[in-house]
């Protein structure tokens, strides 16, 4: 597919909000960013406009997100860039950025984290192959 991949850099805005798509489950989350630059006469950071964007991840990144991640948080997150137009209360159309994340993770320039391997979801465990080499033996039969 052509859909642009972005890393952006900011914080977690707000709480992560987790729900189920059918049986899949889904984090959703708002990421706050505030470009900066430097301004020569005073050799000071000034912060821009701050962007708004609104992260999904889907499956085992869903539910690390939501086992890991806390507002105010420093995040990088990469992944597809979409937009969505919808028209609000007051019948303003209204154009949000969201991420289809990736990848998620702490942004270390600005603190340390600990990582803890997940152990693997049952499903994992069965379908993994057997060491002897015998499933892949079979599937090549299975397909001649």
């Not at 006469?41 to 991640?69: E, F, I, K, M, N």
């Not at 007051?90 to 994340?101: K, L, M, N, R, Y």
């Amino acid at each position: 597919m052509d859909e642009p991949l972005v890393t952006i850099t900011g914080h977690i805005g707000g709480e992560i909000r987790r729900r189920q798509a059918g049986e899949t489950p889904v984090a959703d989350f708002n990421v706050a960013v505030t470009p900066a630059t430097r301004d020569r006469s005073t050799d000071d950071w000034v912060p821009g406009v701050t962007q708004w964007y609104r992260v999904t991840a889907w499956r085992r990144l869903a539910v690390h997100c939501g086992d890991s991640l806390r507002s105010g948080e420093p995040v990088v997150v990469h992944g597809r860039l979409t937009h969505r137009t919808w028209v609000n209360n007051a019948g303003a159309s209204v154009t949000d950025a969201e991420i289809d994340a990736v990848y998620v993770g702490h942004d270390l320039r600005r603190g340390t984290a600990v990582f803890s391997r997940a152990a693997p979801s049952p499903s994992a465990l069965s379908s993994t192959a057997p060491s002897d080499g015998t499933a892949d033996e079979a599937s090549r039969e299975e397909a001649a």
